[in-house]
């Protein structure tokens, strides 16, 4: 039984740090994010707090073994924790400004030191570290080499942070907390929003929304596809929150068969400024809560739209100038032309 | 057509602001039930995607060594460095950052500038200090809008550069799409047609990055006037 379970292991592991290892690292991260809220006395929810920490961590430990639906009724729970104000925000126990200021004084610009390891690491690891197999066995799976050495590189400038200056042991904890607090429940939103987009797919919200496109959109003009594409994949893109859901269905409603089949557009340059237009889509809306909406809880900001509101302009400019870079380029350039 | 509910609950869920957590569940249950799923099968649908994307949450790991160095005083150094920089403006140095981040992306280097990673510790508080140098201290809506775009140049950067490595994901996924259709490009093809949108992002948001400095002038003329004798 044991020696099967191990053969079965065997079996699965590819690599020394795979991404499940990566997942562990964060669990038990989040675990002591939930420890330390559930102690906080200062907290004024501080078990709602240590609840939806706890069932964050459980998902990044045990996810990979639990059948789906427990993982659902899993973000059910953090969804019902979340909306209905569970979460508080613990005391900070942390530096005042004054102390601050010394402390940088005397530490100086090697300060920056450890917080530049995070992206040294994954410079290194993306590069080098991928090809690394001692033993045989590759060292990190290298499909996931970004997230891998992200997490390395965190460990290192962990050990080497506490080594060098000394805090108390749960310190990166509590100040990690510190900052987990300010962006509350909007942390898992990006995670969220990425299930949301696949019970889309499996509704066939995609092709809905091609369909409304290529049939109420009339184009005896080249510059009425080519402007309904650009402006479909922006759009779409804003609804779905990701330029990757959106350029399939616009591309097989508009691109494929108007721009490049009926006016004989190049396809490799109608591909890359169409997926560009997708990003500026995404520069407006908040179900791209990573990009959007945790920046500016984790920066602190008032107003949950604000780096929305930043990028707007730029985002509709931009999309402008896509539709006419895409006029003036797909038909005079590349070398698909028939 | 029914399957479009969902977006619509979508659209007036953030329109009216009701928390989105709560939003996105009552989407997902209104899209599954328009396409004819029931509860459990959407239940199951929706945790399994949910399982799938935990990367995407990776990202707060990063938070406690950041927190630490905080608390020894990183962002105060950032901004001591920034003070002795006589020319740095808010919107100069941001400008800076947002071509930085285009260029490193442009080779592959993603991984290099984030938000919790680079914006959040040492970008915002140096365009902060930036704009501090002017003598007057900053309305906290002034301070505010530096953060926004601090994190907007971060965005911009990353999205309008990544796209001329020939090997990232939406290139790759163009790529495989456009094959499945019967057209065959190739990734260096659509990594140099990504270069003029690249060009132009750099143009549009480096501009509006100047031109927060001069909307922070006109706030700054109006606070030092009040308060001075």
């Known amino acids: 039984m044991a020696r099967d379970a191990n053969r079965r292991r065997a079996v699965r592991k590819l690599a020394v740090i795979g991404l499940e290892e990566v997942y562990l690292f964060a669990g038990f991260v989040f675990a002591g994010f939930a420890v330390q809220s559930a102690r906080d006395r200062s907290n004024p929810r501080r078990f709602g707090t240590a609840a939806f920490w706890g069932l964050f961590s459980t998902s990044f430990l045990l996810g990979s073994h639990l059948p789906d639906s427990a993982n659902g009724a899993l973000a059910l729970a953090l969804v019902l924790l979340g909306g209905f104000h569970a979460l508080g925000k613990g005391g900070e126990r942390t530096t005042s400004e004054a102390v601050r200021r010394a402390s940088a004084t005397e530490y100086g610009n090697a300060l920056f030191v450890p917080a530049l390891i995070i992206p040294a690491t994954a410079l290194l690891g993306t590069v080098a570290l991928k090809n690394v197999a001692p033993g045989g066995m590759p060292f990190i799976d290298a499909k996931q080499a970004t997230l891998i050495s992200l997490a390395l590189g965190v460990a290192i400038a962990w050990i080497v942070a506490l080594l060098w200056l000394r805090p108390r042991l749960l310190a990166p904890l509590d100040e990690g907390r510190r900052l987990m607090d300010t962006i509350g429940w909007a942390a898992v939103l990006p995670q969220m929003l990425a299930s949301l987009g696949a019970v889309f797919a499996l509704a066939g919200v995609g092709r809905a929304v091609g369909l409304v496109f290529a049939h109420y959109i009339p184009f005896d003009h080249a510059f009425t596809a080519i402007a309904a594409y650009c402006i479909g994949m922006g759009v779409f893109t804003a609804i779905m929150g990701n330029a990757f859901a959106a350029f399939p269905v616009m591309t097989a409603a508009i691109g494929l068969p108007l721009i490049v089949h009926k006016f004989g557009g190049d396809p490799a340059i109608m591909g890359a400024i169409g997926m560009l237009s997708g990003f500026c889509g995404t520069l407006t809306t908040p179900m791209a809560a990573n990009f959007n909406i945790v920046p500016a809880a984790l920066l602190e900001l008032p107003d949950r739209y604000a780096v929305i509101k930043a990028q707007l302009p730029t985002a509709i400019l931009l999309l402008a100038a896509n539709t006419i870079l895409m006029y003036v380029l797909v038909f005079r350039f590349g070398a698909h032309h028939a | 057509m029914l399957t479009l509910l969902g977006v619509g609950v979508v659209v007036l869920g953030f329109l009216i602001r009701i928390n989105p957590l709560l939003v996105i569940a009552a989407a997902a249950f209104v899209t599954g039930w328009a396409a004819g799923f029931g509860p459990v099968a959407i239940l199951v649908a929706f945790g399994k995607a949910f399982n799938e994307s935990r990367y995407v949450s990776l990202v707060f790991l990063v938070l406690p060594v950041i927190g630490l160095l905080e608390r020894y005083g990183l962002q105060e150094r950032a901004r001591m460095l920034v003070a002795r920089i006589p020319a740095a403006t808010p919107g100069r140095l941001l400008v800076a950052y947002l071509a930085l981040r285009q260029m490193f992306s442009a080779v592959g280097l993603v991984s290099i500038g984030g938000h919790a990673q680079m914006v959040r510790p040492l970008i915002a508080p140096m365009a902060e200090a930036a704009g501090e140098k ?25 999205f309008f550069g990544e796209d001329v490595f020939i090997a990232i994901g939406s290139i790759l996924l163009i790529k495989g799409f456009l094959e499945q259709s019967g057209v065959v490009v190739q990734p260096l093809e659509l990594s140099l ?19 927060l400095d001069r909307w922070l002038a006109t706030q700054t003329a109006v606070v030092p006037s009040e308060s001075s004798p």
């Open chain 2, 134 to 158: 002017r003598g007057a201290e900053l309305s906290s809506g002034a301070r505010f809008r530096i953060r926004a775009y601090a994190a907007s140049a971060d965005n911009v950067g990353v």
């Open chain 2, 193 to 211: 047609w990504a270069i003029p949108t690249a060009l132009m992002a750099l143009a549009i948001h480096g501009t509006r990055l100047l031109l």
